[in-house]
């Protein structure tokens, strides 16, 4: 097996909603603001070559919106989906799957391309299985009304339409191991309806990518959660659960959302778990 980091595109975020009712003076000093209030954000995908099987964790925001649409987000830097997988020798036709963490458009909208020339959305990874689970699925394509924002139809329907798309089991203590794709699955319910996190054995480690569970280091401290989670209580004790679980398994966390930091480690501190040291996914593995 051989991971690679995929770099799919920058952009920016507000840091009042990234972080919730925490205050900008704490949040500030781990996650600067620009003079806008917007803060860097990665859209950090996992690639997985294991066998004859390219497995793709996440897509990022894609390219098919409008400008309009991209000007909410403050797109910055030079990388895209295509580039990275170029870097690494790939192409997306090489892609067998696109494990999908949840539906909302910066996670997913990679998935889907506008074709138009034919005026239609098609899959962007043509020979490739998708991968979801039935309750999210649900959740994600009969949206609340907080969520609807963030679930686009163009990047759902779409992969369903195409007969492409597949569904991982969701057990009733939440952790599903060895799933069809090689890699526990760890289902969290605090940010949105069974978002997927994966836990990948790797060179004599677990890596989790962290997906929405914790964004960014700035995340870290427990009630440091996010104003887009549907349920943040929820949040914090799902947090807390898997933070102490990942002290004690000496977990590595790669950060899908984190633009200057990929990979750290917790530790266990007076004060709580707190963040132990950081890396790049290069150092770490390669």
Known sequence: MKLYTIE???????GGAMFGVVPKSIWNRTNPADPNNMIDIAARS???EDGNRLILIDTGLGNKQSDKFFGYYYLWGD?????SLRNHGFHRDDITDVFLTHLHFDHCGGSILLNKEKGIYEPAFKNARFWSNKDHWEWATKPNDREKASFLKENIFPIQESGQLSFLPVPDNGFLKNAELGFDVLYVNG???KQMIPHIQYKGKTLVFMADLLPTVGHIPLPFVMGYDTRPLLTLEEKKTFLD???TNNFYLLLEHDAHNEVCTLQQTEKGVRLKDTFSFKELFN
């Open 8 to 14: 799919t595109g920058n952009f920016k975020l507000d």
């Open 46 to 48: 996992l690639l997985i």
């Open 79 to 83: 990388d895209n989906l295509d580039k």
């Open 191 to 193: 940010h949105t309806d």
């Open 245 to 247: 679980h990942a002290v």
